[in-house]
């Protein structure tokens, strides 16, 4: 991200500070001073330490579905042979239930598949974006990145890579976006937040443990400017008060 400019200001203090110092020390002798004494590094302070271990886990955030794609091959699982609009329509065979039916959610972009062509030859009206080819999965080949246009201003990403002959889709993600990036061996996916001056970013990751991309990281990121909220009170101390333990009443405690 690019540094605010109330980040710039204490930096360019910093120069100039440091600049005045050279100025006036020009006729220092050069001996070695004390900098002052070292503030004492401050750990981490652990909160309701008297909590038990959950015993169940939480979402299935660190897992992924793969799924192989069905009669897609390339010679020498040559990723770049790979037609992405035979690709897609490999996509819509295998989920009639999202795509086929006038209550489909994606009925729509099986109707604009009709305007694709073959190996880039894509339609105005055309769903499929260009294709992106990079080795996200650190075999030394390049893999497939798609993007597909879904109703509602939503955005497919899909991953493609092949394994054991056979072409496997390694991520599948749909949201509103504002951008995706490619960084390295991340896939970025920048989208719109409901809270003023925020956004979502999420990065997907190759895991070589379950072959498959893995949003490692998901974060929400300041894009602008935001007038504070003054606060009612005083910033609260970690230490808690004895008015804020919980208490049981004499009902409560017989039920």
Known sequence: MTPSRLARVPLGAAVTAVLVAVLAGCGDSGDLRGA?????AVGPTKLWPQLPPASTPALDYGEADTETVKGITAPGDDIHKVDPVAVVRAEVAAH??????????YAE???QLKDCGKKGALGK?????????R?????????????????????AVRVYTFMHHRLVQVMGTSDSVVSVELAGDDVIIRSPSTLPGYEFRTVWTWDPHQNAMLATRDEIIRVGSVTPTPSASPSASLTPTPSASPTLSPSASGS
Do not use: N, W
């Not at 002052?36 to 004492?40: K, L």
């Not at 009206?125 to 080819?133: E, S």
């Not at 080795?135 to 955005?155: C, E, M, S």
């Open 36 to 40: 002052g004494a070292t503030p004492t």
């Open 96 to 105: 009639p239930d999202e795509y086929s039916g006038s209550h489909a959610m």
């Open 109 to 111: 972009t099986v109707q």
């Open 125 to 133: 009206k055309c769903p499929i974006l260009q294709a992106y080819y």
């Open 135 to 155: 080795d996200l999965t650190g075999d030394g080949k390049d893999d497939l990145v798609l993007g597909i246009r879904f109703p509602k201003h939503q955005l």
